[in-house]
């Protein structure tokens, strides 16, 4: 028996998020079932996080444990045989037993994009926000650096959330521009549920001026939701990296 850490990618469009469902295709199901083709063995996966019904990932990171040998360097080639096209497997490395890809993780890093133009993308449509008002990046962006630091992040959590304690730590937040894509990128030690979402919202409505400056601030010290914008679609969204 060894523990694999398994890095893969997907496109979060068909699927109900990251975590097994009972009544809904989730990514996890998927990646089991297409281990069990492959080794015919009932593996258990263990994601780093529960990425959302309609959320992508491009470094989306598991662990478990299987008794067939085959080697690191050929698993993820191998795995992509039996997943299907909107899941990849990357990369593969053998780890200690007490590895565990969630309590592990030292940081994750989400991008939210947005398409700001008159007609909506095609290529993009799940991948990207249609936004077809003007964004003023420089409201936006001062908005996202008051993310930065450590807060209690209440006001930033959709209902439903099962998290003990809602201080998180942000260690990085900012926007960018290029053409008619934008992007939030945001870095931070974990992330509450639909955070990064309701930030990408708030950022849209500061951006478009329906939302005064200083929404992030107020939410901040008042813990009030209802200063904070609209939460924003999933589509935008994809889990970029986790850092161990």
């Not at 926000?129 to 209690?152: C, F, I, K, N, Q």
């Not at 926007?175 to 992007?183: K, L, N, S």
Request: charged share 20%; net charge positive; glycine share 10%.
């Amino acid at each position: 028996m060894r523990r694999v850490k398994l890095t893969l990618g997907y496109d979060g469009t068909n699927y109900a998020g990251w975590q097994r469902q009972e009544n809904a295709l989730a990514v996890q199901q998927v990646v089991e079932q297409s281990l069990r083709k492959l080794t015919g063995e009932a593996i258990l996966v263990t994601g780093a996080s529960r990425t959302d019904a309609g959320v992508h990932a491009l470094g989306q990171v598991c662990h478990f444990d299987m008794r067939t040998n085959i080697p690191d360097a050929k698993l993820p080639l191998a795995l992509n045989a039996k997943l299907p096209p909107d899941i990849r497997a990357y990369m593969a490395e053998t780890v200690g037993e007490a590895f565990h890809a969630r309590f592990d993780a030292k940081a994750k890093i989400y991008r939210y994009h947005i398409h700001q133009g008159v007609h909506a993308p095609v290529l993009e449509r799940n991948a990207r926000r249609h936004v077809p008002a003007p964004l003023d990046m420089e409201r936006m962006s001062a908005e996202a650096s008051a993310m930065v630091g450590t807060h209690d992040f209440r006001a930033f959590c959709a209902a439903g959330s099962s998290a003990k304690t809602t201080v998180r730590t942000v260690y990085e937040c900012g926007c960018e521009r290029d053409g008619a894509h934008i992007q939030i990128r945001i870095m931070g030690d974990h992330f509450l549920y639909n955070m990064v979402r309701i930030l990408a919202g708030t950022l849209v409505e500061v951006g478009t001026g329906k939302l005064a400056q200083g929404a992030v601030a107020r939410a901040l010290s008042g813990g009030n939701r209802l200063d904070l914008g609209q939460t924003a679609p999933p589509q935008g969204l994809v889990l970029e990296k986790v850092i161990y």
